[in-house]
């Protein structure tokens, strides 16, 4: 206490003055020092305060002047302290209800308050603003506790609330410091509780706090309190306004909650409408280990992940300001194991009539296990090669999974609502919609191709899109889960496969045959023009039924068609067959070979047949033509009448029954390459067989005679036509016929020939010496006419005898037995002198020789007469109506030449060669009539060739021939 020293300012002698004075003033006079300590009080003042001057001097003026105690003279107090000049206030005293006008003075260390006792005052005398007047009664109404407190928290003035719930009168308590009413000093936690908070309102802060509060003995009631500050206009807290309601009821309420959500087998907790969250569970308080006074307020951030602890905060408060429900994911702590664990937070605010937030009632749900999954479930999302994407029935995306985002570059952010569809080329885009849309309504599956984008490249691939509904209960489609599989290269095969079909079906249409395709059930997929032209029909006639192109087809051929088509569609092997096609235009059936082949896919299933029908009616026909001709050659090959033998130079390689029985080889030996055409082949015959081959080598084919050694070495006369193979003139095909009967025919007829002019040149002979012997004689006896009857016989005996001879040389040369006598010969004598002789006897033609040969040459000049006579004879026979036969001789160094040349009949040319042969006479008419046998040219041509010379005629019918002799000069004997 600090008045003994305050007093030490007044002087002894001014005091005793001062104080008399003071003590008369009308009026009750306080003086308190800085700490508001009364120091002195007059005797008006102690009147006033009913107290004697031990019980108030050095105590609290607001403790002591309670009938005084206002918040105007608090006020007034605070401002005159601060102003330091004098000040008057009026007001009605809250404990006597009558007015009270106050002068304040500062002094030095401290205030001198007057007090006067007044009626009601002058409405022009208010010195407090409008609001000042309320009287804090009036509150009263509301139900609630108020009071007026100094910072320190001593009672200015309180309502009629409080004071009839602790049934005590307002001058007990005003002045007084709140804690140590009744209210609060039964318990001391309340006490120290109502304390903190003043200390805490005392600096500018609003508090608010709950405690329990006893008015008077036996009445216990829970009070939620506010102390707010009231600042005066330099921000300094002038005094406090607590207000206290009794939430007894709510409480009990609340605790039968909290009963019921401590029971709840969830972590529950609730908040308040200011977002202060004020309560939790048994089971949250289990869990987390913390008390709900630790968790109170924000003390639950304590066991909040601090990665979660901003975000949560922040969806928490925005969820308060904006009144709305909270939810969000994050992690608490176990208060023992310290894991965290994933939940679920919700909340829910919890409204009165009025729709006014009350509380927000909040969950926590344990979705840790159910987050591993998903994130499990989201990793093997992520290890799918696909896209994997989650899309709402209006077509909003909801989630895709990170290859998806990877590949377009998006976001979850980006892609979300219909952001998607930016990475879709825009060609695609309203296609895709169309179909999502289709989907939905139908509430079918959705499935589309579409290109996507890559973000980081910007190309397009392409992709399918599936997606499945999923749907609740109701079947209302809540969710599409789907994937998009690339399936660009697919795509891109798809389109080559497309081009090269355009490019098949070009060709189909180019190339000459039928061509067509079938699907793998046999159905017809394709024709191209020719088809439809040939059979005149459209593709869709033949897609009636899977044999509807049976009525194409010959009857004959249908059974075979069908066939070789189920046992193709059965296996997968190759379709071929012939068949007959009716040419629409014609009506006439042509063959056709009728190829398929099945086109597979990469698992070998066949996707289609690829056919072609070729027409081939030709090539049947010459097939036929030529098995008739292979028919007939066999025929001919097996014939037991003709061999036939192929060789290769003079190997015999093959040959037919016929041609081993003639000759007595066997098969075998065929085989073994042991028949061999020169060894069989007499030497005489070697020369001519090597001749016949050069002709055949030249004209293809010939014929000639010879004779073979057969394997018994027998001799066989045959026949032989060769014919030489076009493409290897060395091989031939060889016919035999075997010519042994008319060999022997001709060899008697040979021998008949040889014997009858024999046997008739001698009686002829003897004749003709009998007739010469006769004519002499009757010459001698002068019979002359007698003598030239007889002589006339002699021209026929001549006759006859040059056709003996003629025979008779035949003969001869038919037994290789003509002899010739060699002596020089002067040809142009020989030939003037035969030509002198013919031109006697043949008068009708004149005989001209022109030119000579000029020299001789060695030869038979009997025969070569032969020669020429025969020549000129033929000649002047032979040309009836001509007048001349011309000889015309020349020479070379090597030989000497001679034509005989005529103007008659002429040969026709096909029989000049055949004029040498033996007994051969051309064959028309005209010469036919003249006498003949067909001997002379015969003799001539085998004189020429013993004197190694050659003849040949040159000819033309009507016109008259030409046969050139040609000799060589010299010659080898
Ligand atoms: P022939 O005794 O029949 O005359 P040749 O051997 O002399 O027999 O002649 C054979 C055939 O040749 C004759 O039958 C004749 O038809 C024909 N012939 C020969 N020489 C001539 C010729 N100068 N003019 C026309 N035909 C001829």
């Known amino acids: 206490m600090s008045t003994p020293k305050r007093t030490e300012r007044v002087t002894p002698a001014s005091s005793e003055t001062l104080l008399t004075m003071l003590e008369t003033l009308p009026g009750a006079l306080f003086v308190v020092d800085d700490t508001e300590t009364i120091v002195y009080a007059n005797a008006s003042a102690q009147a006033m305060l009913g107290a004697t001057p031990e019980a108030y001097l050095g105590s609290s003026f607001w403790r002591c002047a309670t009938p005084l105690v206002s918040i105007a003279l608090y006020q007034a107090v605070r401002k005159t302290r601060q102003t330091r000049t004098l000040t008057e206030v009026q007001y009605v005293s809250p404990v006597t209800q009558s007015w009270l006008h106050v002068h304040l003075a500062s002094t030095v260390g401290g205030l001198m308050l007057q007090f006067h006792q007044m009626r009601a005052p002058a409405p022009r005398q208010e010195t407090f603003p409008q609001g000042e007047r309320l009287c804090i009664n009036d509150l009263d109404g509301l139900q609630t506790g108020i009071g007026l407190l100094t910072p320190e928290g001593i009672v200015l003035d309180i309502n009629a609330v409080p004071l009839d719930d602790a049934q005590v009168r307002r001058e007990e308590v005003i002045g007084k410091p709140l804690a140590e009413t009744s209210w609060w000093s039964f318990a001391p936690a309340s006490q120290e509780r109502l304390r903190a908070a003043i200390a805490r309102a005392s600096r500018g802060e609003t508090v608010r706090f709950e405690a329990l509060v006893r008015p008077r003995e036996g009445m216990l009631l829970s009070f939620e309190s506010v102390i707010t500050p009231h600042m005066d206009a330099n921000y300094h807290v002038e005094y406090l306004v607590i207000a206290g309601i009794d939430i007894t009821t709510r409480k009990r309420a609340e605790r039968d909650i909290h009963a019921l959500i401590d029971a709840i087998p969830q972590l529950v907790w609730t908040g308040r409408p200011d977002g202060y969250v004020d309560s939790y569970n048994q089971r949250w308080r289990d869990y987390t280990g913390l008390s709900t006074e630790e968790a109170q307020g924000e003390g639950w951030m304590q066991c909040t992940h601090p990665q979660d602890r901003q975000r949560v905060l922040e969806t928490w408060q925005r969820a308060v300001q904006n009144g709305e429900p909270y939810e969000t994911e994050q992690r608490l702590r176990h208060g023992t194991t310290g894991e965290y664990r994933w939940f679920l937070m919700q909340a829910t605010p919890y409204t009165d009539a009025q729709g006014t937030i009350l509380k927000y009632i909040g969950t926590c749900t344990d979705i840790h296990d159910k987050k591993r999954a998903e994130a499990e479930l989201r990793s093997l999302i992520d290890a799918i090669p696909q896209f994997v994407w989650i899309m709402r029935p209006d077509g909003s995306a909801e989630y895709a999974n990170s290859r998806w985002c990877d590949y377009t570059d998006m ?84 389109q080559k496969i497309k081009a090269s079909e355009e490019n098949l079906r070009v060709l189909a249409e180019m190339v000459p045959q039928l061509v067509w395709t079938k699907r793998p059930d046999g159905q017809f997929a394709y024709t191209n023009q020719r088809w439809r032209d040939y059979t005149g029909s459209t593709l869709e006639q033949l897609q009636s039924d899977q044999w509807a192109h049976l009525q194409f087809l010959h009857p004959d051929d249908h059974k075979g068609n069908r066939a070789h088509w189920l046992h193709a569609l059965d296996t997968g092997d190759m379709f071929e067959y012939e068949q ?30 690829f056919g072609t029908s070729t027409d081939i009616d030709e090539q049947k026909r010459i097939e036929e033509a030529l098995r008739q001709s292979q028919e007939r050659a066999s025929v001919l090959m097996n014939s037991n009448i003709i061999g036939i033998f192929a060789d290769e130079r003079e ?172 002596e020089t010969v002067d040809l142009d004598a020989l030939l003037q002198d035969i030509t002198d002789t013919m031109q006697q006897t043949h008068p009708s033609h004149t005989i001209m020789v022109r030119g000579t040969v000029g020299t001789s040459l060695i030869g038979d ?18 040309s009836p109506d001509a007048e001349t036969v011309e000889v015309d001789l020349s020479a070379s160094e090597d030989a000497v030449t001679v034509h005989v040349r005529d103007h008659g009949l002429g040969i026709p040319r096909e029989q000049c060669d055949k004029i040498f042969e033996r007994f051969y006479r051309a064959t028309d008419p005209r010469q036919r009539a003249i006498p003949g046998l067909g001997m002379g040219l015969y003799i001539v041509a085998e004189i020429v060739k013993g004197h190694g010379g050659t003849i040949t005629v040159d000819s033309e019918a009507g016109k008259g021939s030409t046969f050139t002799v040609t000799l060589p000069r010299k010659r080898d004997t």
């Open 651 to 822: 190997q015999i390689v093959d040959a037919n029954d016929t041609f081993l029985r003639m000759t007595g080889y066997t098969r075998e030996d065929l085989c073994e390459g042991r028949i061999n055409w020169m060894q069989m082949t007499p030497p005489e015959y070697l020369a001519s067989t090597q001749q016949a081959h050069q002709e055949l080598a030249a004209q293809r084919s010939v014929t000639y005679e010879k004779e073979y050694i057969c394997k018994d070495g027998s001799r066989l006369p045959v026949l032989a036509g060769g014919v030489a193979l076009p493409h290897s003139p060395c091989k031939r095909i060889v016919f035999v016929l075997d010519n042994s009967a008319r060999k022997e025919l001709e060899q008697r007829k040979d021998d008949f020939i040889s014997m009858a002019s024999h046997e008739l040149r001698n009686p002829l002979t003897a004749f003709k010496m009998q007739t010469q012997l006769a004519r002499k004689r009757l010459e001698r006896q002068s019979h002359h006419e007698a003598a030239t009857a007889l002589s006339r016989v002699e021209g026929p005996v001549k006759q006859l005898e040059r056709l003996i001879g003629e025979l008779l040389d035949v003969s001869k040369i038919q037994a290789g037995r003509l002899e010739y006598v060699w």
């Open 861 to 878: 000049r009997d025969r070569l007469g032969q020669v020429f006579i025969n020549l000129i004879s033929n000649a002047i026979k032979y």
């Open 411 to 494: 976001t979850s952010q980006q892609y979300q609502g219909d952001g998607w569809l930016q990475a879709i080329h825009p060609d695609d885009r309203q296609r895709v919609l169309a179909g999502w849309q289709s989907a939905v309504q139908a509430g079918r599956p959705y499935e589309a191709e579409q290109r996507l984008r890559n973000g980081i490249t910007g190309d397009y691939r392409w992709f399918l899109a599936r997606g499945a509904p999923f749907k609740d209960a109701q079947g209302t489609i809540l969710k599409y889960f789907g994937t998009s599989t690339d399936i660009d290269e697919q795509k891109q095969a798809e």
């Open 580 to 609: 007959r096609l009716r040419n629409a235009h014609t009506g006439e059936y042509r063959w056709f070979l009728v190829r398929a082949m099945p086109v597979r896919d990469e698992v070998g299933q066949i996707v289609k047949w």
